[in-house]
């Protein structure tokens, strides 16, 4: 076997056998004190070497790098530094074998499928916050100030991010089917329990807890999965799996628009009751179906219990200690990036949680509030959609970056001085979902670009985790702001929303410029 450089341990005559495919030396380990560097590519490895004479062989000599078409799994020494970032090429993306990733075929469909289903019933219920927040405020809890129903809200949405950190460690190293499951219990039993809540702390337990929990364990493994299958259409197939939020957000105002209206002369909040029942028993079907399909491709088998070190130590010290990627944060390029994501989440939660009772201050009717939520979300289709498809084309972060923008321009030229009719709120919910939909579906994938395959359900829920304590005080604070509900205070909650998004925006610039400068590239 050659140690030398690539050229070395060529075989004469092969000429067919481009440099390109040979692995970088730095990219396989063999477990153990050392590193040994494998230069042949594995596909042509069994005919290189006479002494390895099937792939079975070849396997079981090199435990560092295994690989096939359907599956790879990585080993890594745990006496290696698992991955500097600072040590990247920040002209390119991550130094990752393309022929490793189908980039489609039937099961990368049918995966990207399962995580669409997935986060129908994830991403749907985050956008339907809106409506329960209305109705909430106007039955059950209205003797209550919306600062306090904020409380609601922020909490899911803190619980449901900071969740994300474990869910995506363990899915990392071990797959998606047991976040999945559990996940699943506890977002079903968070709605049934929450369909018999009439008290705040009622809803806090059932709805911002017990859902909180299971939403963020599905939530990581779902949006990180069809990474795996796609590197040149990462942006499509990652913003075809997050149109599932836009449709759940689309639907559930809807349903559950036509449930709140039934009356019973028995039980004053029956058709409440009965439309967040039905709504668990469709997350149940949209999930189950989540589970059976969804795979990873790659998994990673790190480190095993230090010495003398018990199994609940070790797990306590993965999926606790080490499931935040602090480390990450030296990386300026993930730590802007991170920074802006937080701040265009917490502008998104800000205006979606009180769209609705913004538009009743308005004249709007309550009927047509729940509309105005189901157009933002309907818009966020092709708003999703649209920027994947053009960031693989003109790169992820530039796409980001201009719709940011463009979201920040539509709060100020058109919501701040005109949203004061139904017909004006109409135009601007379309507009507003258009844009603000590549938040759900690019920022992840921005993410992505700048961290490894192997590494992007823990970085991804890192940057989450901070997102949690975003949105944990941000709602909060926009319901301050909101205050007693006059017009003037309603013009600063509109502000507020609309100067974090291009603020946010501002933060991808320099996250931009720290990996490929201010020169235009597609990245």
Known sequence: MSTGNGDQGRPDGDSKVASSDYLSPKTTLVPGDSQVPILEPLHTACSLHGSVTSMTDFESSWHGHYHNKDKITVFRDKTHERYNSESTDSETELDEDEEQFPEGGVRAWIVTFACFCGLIACFGLLNATGVMENYLQSHQLKDQSSSSIGWIFSLLLFIC??????????FDRNGIRNPLIVGTVLHVGGLFGMASSTKLWHFILSFSVLCGFGNGIVLSPLVSCPAHYFKKKRGTASALATVGGSVGGGLFPLMLRKFFSMESETDPNYGFVWGIRTLAFVNLALLTIAIFLARERISRIDDEPKRKESKLRYVLRVYLLESFDAKAFKDM??????????????????????????????????????????????????????????????????????????????MFIAWLPFGTNLTNMYVISALYGFFSGSTFSLLPVCCGQISKTEEFGRRYSTMYFCVAFATLVGVPITGAIIGDKSQANYQHYKIFCGVTVLFSAACFVVSRFFAVGWRWKKF
């Not at 991010?161 to 363990?170: E, Q, R, V």
């Not at 917490?346 to 004249?363: H, Q």
């Not at 092709?382 to 972060?397: I, K």
């Open 333 to 410: 390029k993930y730590l802007t990036c991170v920074i802006g994501t937080c701040v265009a989440e917490l502008s998104l939660c800000s205006v979606i949680t009180y769209y609705s009772a913004y538009s009743i201050s308005r004249g709007v009717s309550q009927s047509d509030s729940y509309m105005l939520i189901m157009v933002i979300n309907l818009t966020g289709i092709p708003g999703r959609w649209v920027p994947g498809v053009l960031s693989d084309y003109f790169g992820r972060f530039n796409v980001a970056i201009a719709t940011l923008t463009l979201l920040g321009l539509v």
């Open 161 to 170: 991010f900071a969740s994300c950190i474990f869910s995506g460690t363990y």
